[in-house]
């Protein structure tokens, strides 16, 4: 891991953390893309400094860069690729709703400021009609209701 | 070579993700004809049902079972291998599988809309088993992938404006922790030249502690994305709910579980748990259950209560991690297992009350324990689980962190669960009060379906039921499954044998 | 006793389940589960009281102490007679209490029934735990029971209350019984009384059990739930109420109490507590104008007395609150079925609306009148009896504070005789005041069927006092099953002239002026309430509580909650840099080289050129481009690394993401910020977004030193070493990458396809959700540069790019290439097809339809990987076999060629699937796309 390949790698993570905590979704999508190549700039280094590609050509023992962290990158940037895929599309999906990619703050979580900003829950609205069923002389006279059930009987 | 290779149970090893995924190829093949789709994939289900079944009897009396992909020794092949941990959550993820599905099928919505609907959910199995299975860091990132990646899917099913707002944060978070986790794994194999768990922990035990701290934490942040602990969760509650009715149900019982499964094995096998690890996952677990259920307490949508219920259950597995005893992992895995069952109860009862009402928002339901008083039934008793009541699975989970907590005297987290537990439920009161008592306030965002003797159509009805009763059994059976939770235990605690199997070529 | 438990379980299931289909039948069927305790007792009582016990065990969970302990002794028969005997003419009454027509009766008895099961379990537990399971059974029961008419809110209010009380003092019993079974070694209640290491019993064990208990028995300052759960049938009040659930907490203190009572706070508690509840209960009860809260908060006070006795934890007052037990059981009940009754029959029981009673109710009045003694304590009824029997143990007490008790319920006996007078006057229609009155001066009196069972207990509540012998030995034996080695005295009603007797008169007589002097009464309790107005009632506190903690949770959640995903992200990168960067640091030392080599400058640099540009442009697809324009940059670099796989791959995924990229943003509007909706809240300020992007920058530097330096630290080489030297002999490939890929990671591969199938029908079923048709021949949209020439060209150029593919993908064992860089090659050139020609000409060029394409990759891959495991191999173990390939010679192979074939097909598949999902003509939900820049661009 030479300081290099290292700071570039916190450069594509600076700037894909900057992209991803934006509203819009293809700058998002693009900030993810970055922090993808910075992951896998990083796997790809992680076997030690290069050195030859890894074909075994028959005559002795060259200095084979490492194998196994290619293969790994690979699998990653296929994977990303294939979810970045879908990404865009519930972006496509979402222009053709919005008319815009912008990703909007979750309703019912804004729902639950309102309402905590309102007199208050249903809860509260019962609390008044649970208060002790008046026992007092001022209080009113049918306190608990059961009237009828003898009804008929 | 893989360890008895002649044997039948290691030729079962890989069966759990390879039949999902051939039912998914299938199901590819043949998009245009449901009832095939519908064919396949419950026979694909049964199979796998039966494969785990075998497994878990197999793997309580060998300890372990694996199997070395490609015919390879351990840290050059992928290993695959089985303890009664995995064993357990294949088990119980098979059969919340099985159900699920058949309730979709029965629900008939986007089951019967979406040609990729049976696919996609294969994939999301398949990935679920690769995930306990795998004994590969990178392979288990992969298993991860084919789960979410379906998941993605899944949830949108519909293309609903709600669904693709949500869609769009759950793919974003869920494809930044991947991201982060490609990250952790880069600089793992930088650190140690492998990616096996068993060699890890083996060359972990040579590394700087500060270094190792960084990588407990670094995958503790990862899984800790996907099982939704604090302050990584709020995508969660967001998201679920907006998805088809069967989906939410699979991903509250079991996707969060993966995440906490892989806390558990990659925090036992890779890290001995310093204490300042212990401390820190008191302390998560302690917040994650305040704030899952005061965001639980203030909602007034049954789905949504649900989905933030689910948060704070997370908080008292990760307690009984935390604690690092052979009592609060045993607590802890009973915990899981039984939140899986009595989760996705609630959710299935949760779209039942759905379809019944044409809405599962307190205010516009209302009565269900007279129209629909089957459904009501369904509700209570893993409502009264989910709230830790006697004698219901939830008690002994409870119970057993609770008694283990003050052994290992933390009685100040024992407190928390306990108003925690009080919390949970006067929620799940407010839920019955609000959807099965009274009438509805305003009038529901959908028209009401034609109700049904039962309270919906007999092939949603029957799965419910299913899953109830595994819930009730899990309490009636409590000791002998709560035996093998110890068992599986006393493994994680001390892992040699895994390590052995694994690392020693099988 | 097992059997009677599961009866009650499965009848009063059955009894629910059949709902609505049994009206108010379901209490004649409920009465068999009390009917068969009630056999059970008759056959074994006279055992039991001859000192035997019946027990029963059966394991839970041994492991955690969890084991069902059922045991029957002297005391546990006394509530099961309460339980039993009440419960079976509950039922009766409620046979005749409620009209055929009212719905929800059958789940009303079934419920009752499944109570009924819930507190004979409690009540013959012998483990802590287990009584704790039925304790929580009663709760939930009630709550169910309470709320049972649903549709009033006040019902719905009152459950909560219950449920939320009882069931927060259960857990608060949770603990203290964990405690205390900590400590002592058992959970056994039996072993915990008879051998008694009290020293190792903390006070905290104690104070949360007894709150666990105040909770359940109604004390204050829990005691609010009570008179509300009033709003509950009165049946139901009379047998949850005042029968049996309320005594539950003053069973569990009775059944403690020996072994407990000697911790030092537990007296102290107990007695004040208890006095409270007492004196206050009794002054709420003067005050009542309704007969059944009057009853209610009568209980209260009861309770307040039942706990100080049976809290002493000496014999002799061990006894009378048995005695006390016993007589509250008998006379609460009779007086509800009475209050019952009258609301019946008259429709009210406000005692200003109740006037004198017609002829037919003298039997009524007489059972009022008998109960009323009882409960006041006037001999020779029953309750005297308990009165005199407390009295007499606190007058001789031998416990501190005993003489101040007296005092105390003195005290609380002139007001129960008090409230006990004016509830016989409410009854007799004596406190009408002037405007009401009228109606109900002629209500017919109650057929003899309805209180027929009150009238039982009415002249029980007598003829037990007059001759106490039945219940002596009975008594006794519950005196001594708590305490075994005493000998307590006879019950007896006349005990000879002593203390106690002066009191009791005393008692009486101030009872008897208050009761005529009562208007002043009245007068002066007015006063005193108007002085106490403001304070906040009991009920109020709770329901402020609730709305606090509600309110709590609101404020909290929409803190943390924010809905905003910019936050979520923030939070997420936020925590993990810190997380790790900060341990990391700690163990940082040396300083590695620079660079590598200097050829990688270039693409490093390019690089970052690249990324700061893509977040400095405005336009959506020159930010798009940079991305790409990073890709290559890395191809380039892992060129010069000896990766060319990862580089062609890379180069060509490259290729096909800034395809895809382009699909999606020519709807789009070509700047960021010329939206046509701008966000609903703006994304936190820049200057925090910077830092925090900084933050995780110099974080993943740190960590990526940090860790590459602790290689030296790890003796054993890497797992590359082995496959660089087994790639050639035992995987007969010489490209490590591939072999690595198809073989000896070949699952990774496995899952790798598997998310791009999913990819490929995620983007297909999101399409679809848009209600887009396939879009049909009339390309002239699709077009995005056209030109006939252009066309045959790509067409030539498409069959050349995909036998370069085929090309890739044979060869990819030995030398770069594959199935990956194969597919993704043909996706390019498909790609290509589409620009020149749109979806038309993609479909002409691939006939076959994407689906299959994609499912017949991925189950020729899945075969390779399962046939070796049917043939006893493991899974994706390859096989080696030669063959003869025209122009490609001779090859030796292996069955991974079939394996990357697969994955070529897949990837193929993916772009099919892609193209038929954004190619075609972009529509909206709304109108059509503002914005086309890319034909824009070529017009």
């Given at each position: 891991m030479s300081i290099a390949v290292a700071l570039v790698t916190a450069v594509l993570f600076g700037t894909g953390s900057w992209l991803m905590m934006q509203r819009r979704l293809t700058r998002i999508i693009i900030g993810i893309g970055l922090l993808g190549h910075g992951a896998n700039l990083l796997l790809v280094s992680s076997g030690g400094p290069s050195g030859d590609a890894?074909?075994?050509?028959?005559d002795g023992v060259e200095n084979y860069s490492d194998p196994l962290p290619q293969a790994l990158a690979l699998t990653a940037i296929v994977i990303t690729f294939g979810v970045t895929a879908l990404l865009l599309a519930l972006g496509y999906r979402s222009w053709q709703i919005t008319k815009d990619d912008v990703v909007e703050d979750d309703v019912e979580d804004r729902r639950v400021l309102r309402r905590s900003n309102q007199d208050g829950p249903e809860s509260e609205v019962d609390l008044e009609d649970a208060v002790?069923?008046?026992?007092?002389?001022?209080?009113?006279?049918?306190?608990v209701g059961e009237r009828g059930e003898g009804d008929g009987s | 070579m893989a360890p008895d290779i002649s044997n039948f149970t290691s030729f079962l090893v890989p069966l759990p993700v390879i039949l999902p995924l051939a039912g998914a190829a299938l199901g590819i093949l043949g998009s245009k004809f449901r009832s095939f789709q519908r064919v396949v994939s419950l026979v694909a289900l049964v199979l796998g049902l039966a494969v785990s079944i075998a497994l878990i009897v197999e793997v309580d009396d060998k300890g372990v079972v694996a199997q070395v992909a490609g015919g390879w020794t351990a840290p050059l092949g992928i290993a695959f291998v089985i303890d009664r941990l995995s064993a357990v959550m294949l088990v119980v993820s098979s059969v919340i599988l099985l159900l699920v599905m058949i309730f979709a099928i029965g629900q008939a919505d986007e089951e019967r809309k979406q040609s990729s609907f049976h696919p996609l959910y294969l994939v999301l199995a398949a990935g679920v088993s690769a995930s306990f299975l795998t004994a590969d860091l990178f392979n288990l990132f992969v298993a991860f992938e084919m789960m979410l990646a379906a998941s993605y899917v899944l949830i949108t099913l519909g293309g609903r404006a709600d669904q693709i707002r949500s869609g769009m944060s759950y793919v974003v978070i869920s494809l930044i922790a991947s991201t982060l986790f490609i990250t952790v794994l880069a600089l793992v194999y930088m650190a140690t030249g492998t990616v096996n768990m068993a060699d890890l922990a083996l060359r972990f035990e040579s590394l700087d502690p500060g270094v190792k701290a960084a990588f407990a934490i670094a995958l503790l942040v990862v899984f800790g994305i996907k099982a939704g602990l604090f302050p990584l969760y709020f995508w969660l509650p967001d998201s679920y709910p907006t998805a088809p009715g069967p989906v939410t149900a699979v991903f509250s019982g079991l996707l969060t579980k993966v995440g906490v499964y892989a806390i558990i094995r990659t925090q036992t096998l890779l890290f001995d748990m310093p204490d300042w690890m212990g401390t820190v996952l008191l302390v998560v677990a302690a917040t994650t259950m305040v704030f899952g259920v005061l965001g639980a307490i203030a909602q007034d949508d049954m789905k949504r209560i649900l989905a933030f219920h689910i948060i704070s259950q997370i908080g008292y597995m990760i307690f009984g991690l935390a604690l690092f005893t052979v009592a609060g992992i045993a607590g802890a895995i009973y915990y899981v297992v039984h939140n899986i069952f009595a989760k996705t109860a609630l959710f299935l009862v949760a779209s039942l009350v759905d379809r019944r009402a044409g809405s599962s928002r307190l205010s516009e339901v209302g009565g269900l324990v007279r129209s629909a008083p089957i459904v009501a039934l369904l509700f209570t008793v893993p409502a009264l689980s989910l709230a830790g009541l006697p004698p219901f699975s939830g008690f002994i989970g409870k119970f057993s962190l609770v008694d283990a907590g003050l052994t290992g005297d933390v009685a100040w987290m024992v407190a928390i669960s306990l108003v925690v537990g009080l919390l949970s439920m006067y929620s799940m009161a407010k839920i019955w009060s609000g959807v099965f008592w009274g009438e509805a306030e305003e009038k529901p965002a959908r028209e009401p379906e034609p109700g049904e003797r039962l309270g919906g159509p007999l092939w949603m009805i029957v799965p419910t039921v299913a899953i109830v009763v595994c819930s009730v059994a899990l309490a009636l059976w409590g000791g002998p499954v709560y035996e093998f939770m110890v068992r599986a235990a006393e493994d994680l605690m001390d892992p040699s044998m895994y390590r052995s199997i694994v690392a020693g070529g099988g | 006793m097992t059997a009677i438990l599961i009866t009650h379980a499965l009848l009063g299931a059955l009894l629910v389940l059949l709902g609505d289909r049994i009206d108010r039948r379901g209490f004649l069927v409920a009465a068999l589960a009390p009917l068969v305790s009630l056999i059970w007792i008759g056959s074994n009582a006279s055992s039991i009281i001859d000192g035997d016990v019946h027990s029963w065990s059966y394991d839970w969970i041994p492991r955690l102490g969890l084991t069902i302990d059922l045991r029957v002794d002297a005391l546990s028969l006394v509530m099961l007679l309460l339980v039993a005997g009440i419960g079976i003419l509950v039922c009766a009454y409620s046979y005749r209490y409620f009209s055929a027509s009212k719905p929800a009766l059958g789940r009303l008895s079934g419920l009752l029934t499944l109570f009924a099961g819930s507190m004979t379990g409690l009540v013959v537990s012998d483990h802590l735990l287990t009584l704790f399971v039925f304790w929580e059974l009663t709760s939930v029961t009630s709550y169910l029971l309470i709320g049972n008419?649903?549709?009033?809110p006040r019902a719905r209010d009152a459950a909560t209350s219950a449920i939320l009380i009882t069931g927060s003092g259960g857990l608060v019993l949770l603990a203290g019984l964990a405690l205390l079974g900590g400590q002592l070694g058992t959970y056994r209640i039996s072993e915990i009384v008879t051998s008694i290491p009290v020293g190792s019993v903390s006070w905290v064990a104690v104070v949360l059990i007894l709150i666990g208990a105040f909770t359940k028995s109604a004390q204050f300052p829990f005691s609010t739930w009570l008179p509300g759960a009033m709003v509950a049938p009165t049946p139901i009040s009379t047998y949850l109420h005042a029968a049996t659930m309320v005594k539950a907490g003053v069973y569990l203190v009775a059944r403690l109490a020996p072994a407990l009572a000697d911790v030092s706070v537990w007296r102290p508690i107990v007695f004040a507590v208890g006095s409270i509840t007492m004196v206050f209960g009794g002054w709420r009860a003067l005050r009542q104008v309704d007969l059944k809260l009057l009853l209610a908060h009568g209980t209260v006070s009861q309770l307040g007395l039942m706990m100080i006795v049976v809290g002493t934890g000496h014999y002799s007052m061990a006894q009378a609150g048995i005695v006390l037990l016993l007589a509250h059981g008998i006379f609460k009940a009779a007086l509800f079925m009475v209050v019952g009754i009258v609301d019946h029959q008259t429709g009210t029981r406000d005692v200003r609306r109740l006037t004198r009673l017609g002829p037919g109710w003298r039997a009524i009045e007489v059972t009022t009148v008998l109960a009323a003694a009882s409960m006041a304590g006037v001999p020779p009824a029953l309750g005297f009896i308990a009165k005199e029997k407390i009295l007499a143990g606190t007058i001789d007490g031998s416990f501190a504070g005993a003489q101040t008790l007296t005092v105390v319920i003195a005290l609380g006996s002139v007001l129960t005789f008090a409230y006990s007078a004016r509830f016989v006057l409410g009854v007799f229609g004596r406190l009408t005041s002037h405007e009401g009155g009228d109606a109900i001066a002629s209500a017919d009196p109650p057929r003899m069927s309805l209180s027929a069972p009150a009238i039982l207990l009415g002249v029980l509540a007598l003829a037990i006092g007059v001759v106490p012998q039945v219940i002596d030995s009975l008594a006794r034996a519950a005196t001594q099953a708590l305490h075994p080695s005493s000998t307590p005295k006879d019950v007896e009603?006349?005990?000879?002239?002593n203390t106690a007797l002066f009191v009791s008169a005393g008692v009486i007589a101030v009872g008897c002026l208050l009761a005529i002097c009562r208007t002043s009464v009245a007068r002066l309790q007015k006063r005193v309430h108007d002085v106490i107005e403001p304070l906040p009632s009991g009920d109020s506190t709770f329901w402020w509580i609730v709305a606090a903690v509600l309110r709590f949770a609101k404020r909290t959640t929409h803190v943390v909650q924010s809905g905003s995903l910019p936050v979520y992200v923030m939070v997420i990168m936020g925590v993990a840099t810190a997380g790790t960067a900060i341990p990391a640091v700690s163990s940082y030392d040396n300083f590695p080289e620079w660079i590598d080599s200097p050829t990688q400058l270039a693409p490093l640099s390019f690089i970052v050129i690249a990324a700061i540009g893509a977040t400095r442009v405005k336009r959506r697809i020159s930010a798009a481009l940079l991305l790409g324009a990073v890709g290559y940059g890395m191809a380039g670099l892992y060129v010069l690394n000896g990766a060319p796989d990862l580089a062609l791959t890379q180069f060509a995924i490259e290729t096909l993401a800034t395809v895809l990229f382009v699909l999606v943003l020519r709807?789009?509007?070509?700047?960021?910020?010329?939206?046509?909706r701008s966000p609903t809240r703006r994304s936190m300020m820049p200057s925090f977004r910077l830092l925090i992007s900084a933050a995780v920058g110099a974080g993943i530097f740190i960590f990526a030193l940090v860790a590459a330096e602790a290689r030296?630290?790890?003796p054993a080489v890497s797992v590359s070493e082995e496959m660089l030297e087994r790639s050639v002999p035992d995987a007969h490939g010489s490209n490590v990458v591939n072999v690595i890929l198809v073989d000896f990671r070949g699952m990774d591969t496995l899952g790798e396809i598997t998310v791009l199938a999913v990819a490929a029908l995620g983007t297909a079923a999101l399409a679809r959700s848009a209600g887009r048709r396939r879009t049909a021949g009339n390309s002239r949209t699709d077009v995005v540069l056209r030109s006939e020439v252009l066309d045959t060209i790509t067409r030539l150029l498409f069959a050349s790019i995909a036998l370069l593919a085929v090309y890739f993908l044979f060869t990819g064992h030995n030398q770069p290439g594959g199935g990956f860089v194969g597919g993704l090659t043909v996706a390019a050139a498909i790609s290509l097809r589409y620009v020149a020609g749109g979806v038309e000409a993609v479909r002409r060029s691939v006939r076959i339809p994407a689906n299959v394409v994609l499912g017949g990759g991925l189950s020729i891959s899945l075969a390779t990987a399962f046939i070796p495991l049917a043939l006893g191999g493991t899974v994706l173990e390859h096989a080696v076999f030669t063959w003869d390939a025209p122009l490609l010679g001779t090859i030796k192979t292996t069955s991974a060629l079939f394996f990357d074939t697969g994955v070529f097909l897949v990837v193929v598949g993916l772009v099919l699937m892609a193209i038929e999902a954004f190619g075609g003509e972009p529509e909206s939900d709304e109108e059509k796309p503002n914005s086309r820049f890319l034909v824009g661009e070529t017009t």
């Open positions: 890894p074909i075994i050509s028959g002790p069923v008046g026992p007092d002389e001022d209080g009113v006279n049918r306190v | - | 008419d649903d549709r009033n009603l006349w005990a000879g002239l709807v789009l509007p070509q700047d960021f910020d010329s939206g046509q030296e630290s790890v």
